[in-house]
């Protein structure tokens, strides 16, 4: 992913915000990516399949940030699992059942509960989004197709990943393996 030299940069350091995304497991990205490749508008897909866990964490609790998911990261491998599709009304995704990886992010809120933004102050709905920005009849179309094959399955979940929002595709600042 490529960085745009100087996009919401000053002197002063850098002020892309952040966004923390859960990593799945090799299988299962290349799962959920060749399902995002299928039914996601090539035009708007920048990115890989990913599950958000913060959308826009401010730049200036990255160190902080840093240290927190390298803590989590000592942890246990989350469990989960995807339970079933939803709709997002112009796109598809797959909900993510995960107790565990829901309480990581907990801890994560809890330690800059002052800095979230409304988007992610509340309890997150943990989704894959294989399509989005669509009419929502094709949404509907695709929502239909996905379910008549649909058998609730098991999601890796390999580690944590903190990345810099650019404007473009994600610029990758660390990924943070889960260990335990």
């Known amino acids: 992913m490529m960085r745009t030299p100087g996009l919401l940069q000053t002197g002063r350091g850098d002020l892309s915000p952040i966004i923390v995304t859960a990593e799945m497991a090799p299988a299962d990205q290349a799962w959920a990516d060749g399902l995002r490749r299928r039914h ?4 708007r897909n920048q990115l890989a399949a990913h599950i958000t866990l913060f959308h826009h964490l401010p730049p200036g609790c990255l160190a902080e940030l840093q240290h927190v998911l390298a803590e989590l990261a000592r942890e ?44 992610d102050a509340g309890r997150p709905r943990l989704h894959i989004t294989v399509q989005n920005k ?12 996905l379910e008549g094959g649909f058998t609730p399955r098991p999601l890796g979940i390999r580690g944590l990943a903190a990345w810099h929002y650019r404007g473009g595709p994600w610029e990758l600042i660390r990924r943070y393996g889960f260990r335990g």
């Open 40 to 43: 996601f508008p090539p035009e």
């Open 76 to 119: 246990a491998r989350p469990r989960a699992r995807v339970d079933r599709l939803i709709s997002l009304g112009n796109g598809v995704a797959f909900h993510v059942e995960s107790p565990e990886l829901l309480a990581m992010r907990e801890e994560v809120a809890d330690r800059f509960a002052p800095l979230l933004m409304p988007q």
């Open 134 to 145: 669509v009419a929502s009849a094709v949404a509907r179309a695709t929502q239909a197709e």
